[in-house]
T-cell receptor, first 109, second 114 residues
Framework: DAKTTQPPSMDCAEGRAANLPCNHS???????VYWYRQIHSQGPQYIIH???NNETNEMASLIITEDRKSSTLILPHATLRDTAVYYC??????????FGSGTRLLVRP | NAGVTQTPKFQVLKTGQSMTLQCAQD?????MSWYRQDPGMGLRLIHY???????DQGEVPNGYNVSRSTTEDFPLRLLSAAPSQTSVYFC?????????????FGEGSWLTVV
């Protein structure tokens, strides 16, 4: 079973920040948190990943709580092209990359 | 999707036929895996491999075979296609361990079994 829990859907207004939460309460100390997104039926697109510290790249920011049991993906200025399904994934030591159901983000004009 | 190539992109099979979906990567990745995605659903892991000669089952392995004779290639074989195998198939690869490395996905192979 997936080790992550995400809300099934969210929406935000274009130009505003989109904050997507993820719970991973069973995460181990050396397991990273990954975020991917999928637009329509294209291949999943890598967004960002992190271990303990907050991370930022050109696409998004990742905020990981101090206890590492949850994280938030932040799209600082959402555009219509950010409408997609967002997956939070925690690869474990067994190398089984299990996807959950993800969060369907709708960016409204 | 840099470096992970899937072929064919589209395929229609008759029930009972067999076929092979090809996946190749040119990044010298040790880890490769196959997923299927049914309409409106998330990705489910079929099989994965951590190196040449090493494969293991994922969540939904029944009806599929894999082999890993080279680092670059990880073909997925459907032994006797069934309508329930109509899906989009994605291949992924990364260095080991996946955790801590970027995981790349192919663009998908659309399979319809009639």
């Amino acid at each position: 079973d997936a080790k992550t829990t995400q809300p099934p859907s969210m929406d935000c207004a274009e130009g505003r920040a989109a904050n997507l939460p993820c719970n991973h309460s069973t995460i181990s100390g050396n397991e990273y948190v990954y975020w991917y997104r999928q637009i329509h039926s294209q291949g999943p697109q890598y967004i960002i990943h992190g271990l303990k510290n907050n991370e930022t790249n050109e696409m998004a920011s990742l905020i990981i709580t101090e206890d590492r049991k949850s994280s938030t993906l932040i799209l600082p200025h959402a555009t219509l092209r950010d409408t997609a399904v967002y997956y939070c994934i925690v690869p474990d030591s067994s190398y089984k990359l299990i996807f959950g159901s993800g969060t369907r983000l709708l960016v409204r004009p | 999707n840099a470096g992970v190539t899937q072929t064919p992109k589209f395929q229609v099979l008759k029930t009972g036929q067999s076929m092979t979906l090809q996946c190749a990567q040119d990044m010298n990745h040790e880890y490769m895996s196959w997923y299927r995605q049914d309409p409106g659903m998330g990705l489910r892991l079929i099989h994965y491999s951590v190196g040449a000669g090493i494969t293991d089952q994922g969540e939904v392995p029944n009806g599929y075979n894999v082999s890993r004779s080279t680092t670059e290639d990880f073909p997925l074989r459907l032994l006797s296609a069934a309508p329930s195998q109509t899906s989009v198939y994605f291949c992924a690869s990364s260095h080991l361990p996946p955790s801590g490395n970027t995981i790349y996905f192919g663009e998908g192979s659309w399979l319809t079994v009639v």
